[in-house]
């Protein structure tokens, strides 16, 4: 914005000398503001509000240029190349509880890519990290079609719900949300009604069309804190299980891992991951690094967004074995 755009009470605030010395001695001289206040002869509070109202009226432009190594340098690659993806997308090593702000910069990129039109379809993962990205902003996708990549669960948290994740998301790119009312994992009489209910069959027809899927990458499940309660946690297979995606649980080859039930379990199979265009992984975090290589074998995704640390320990981890 110009200055002489700004209204005249505006411009008549602080004189445009005062925050042009303002803005010179803290962004190109790296004076602090208490120096900035002693010179001038204003208070520190006048300095913040100098700074402000410089970069209000384009006195002062900030960019923040993406480094090269995050994205197109060696480290994205040749965790791409020893994984056999299509693209990594690096952000910087994420820090706190929350995964959301940091990621979903990189899954932005990764979307961005996709070139999703109006009527595409994107599939959604349950799982607290593709939870956390939906409600970040992601881009502007209007007219895209929102679908659950797996049914409902017990487990009270809301990233358990997938229909959640799909109306959050849907709501922020603008998309179309379409909701999946059946649980992961029915009874045997249940599942087979699920089969021919219009609502359901019309979410599981999406999955086969998908151009695009956001999923998380659970770890081992025996490992894991919580289960869902449908897993059941003495099944010998899952000894051998080493993550899954979409509640399809996996071996450290990648190849799928049975257990009681999951022959009725409300997500895309295999074959149906393996066929998305775009299957973009979100995953971070050390316990993450044997489900993620294992996944990426598997098929079960041809993108992965995660951050500098767990690329590296992807990388180490897979040029060992």
Request: aromatic share 6%; proline share 7%; with cysteine.
């Amino acid at each position: 914005m110009k200055a002489a755009d700004v209204a005249p009470e505006a411009q008549a605030r602080f004189p445009h000398d005062l925050m042009y010395a303002a803005a010179t001695q803290y962004y190109l001289e790296d004076a602090t503001q208490a120096d900035i206040a002693k010179r001038l002869g204003v208070s520190r509070a006048t300095v913040s509000r100098l700074l402000t109202e410089a970069r209000r009226q384009g006195i002062v432009e900030i960019k923040v240029h993406r480094p090269a190594t995050l994205e197109d340098g060696p480290l994205a690659a040749n965790v791409a190349e020893a994984l056999r993806l299509r693209r990594v997308h690096l952000v910087p090593k994420v820090s706190g509880p929350a995964l959301g702000p940091w990621l979903a910069p990189g899954l932005a990129r990764a979307l961005a890519g996709v070139g999703l039109e109006s009527g595409d379809v994107v599939l959604v993962s349950s799982g607290s990290t593709v939870y956390e990205c939906a409600r970040e902003g992601l881009g502007q996708f209007p007219g895209v079609t929102i679908a659950p990549a797996v049914g409902g669960q017990e487990e009270p948290q809301p990233w358990f719900q997938t229909n959640e994740t799909t109306r959050i998301l849907a709501e922020r790119v603008g998309g179309v949300p379409s909701y999946l009312y059946a649980p992961a994992l029915p009874g045997p009489e249940l599942f087979y009604s699920l089969q021919h209910e219009p609502s359901v069959r019309k979410v599981m027809d999406l999955w086969a069309h998908a151009k695009c899927a956001i999923v998380g990458v659970g770890s081992a499940p025996l490992m894991r804190q919580v289960v869902p309660a449908f897993m059941p946690r003495d099944a010998e297979s899952l000894r051998e299980a080493v993550g899954d995606v979409c509640m399809r649980v996996y071996d450290r080859a990648g190849e799928p891992v049975s257990y009681p039930g999951s022959e009725r379990l409300v997500a895309p199979g295999l074959h149906e991951l393996r066929r998305i265009p775009s299957s973009i992984a979100v995953a971070v975090g050390a316990e993450k690094v044997l489900s993620i290589i294992a996944g990426a074998r598997g098929g079960y995704f041809n993108q992965l967004v995660t951050d500098v640390l767990t690329a590296e320990g992807l990388l180490a981890a897979a040029r060992r074995s």
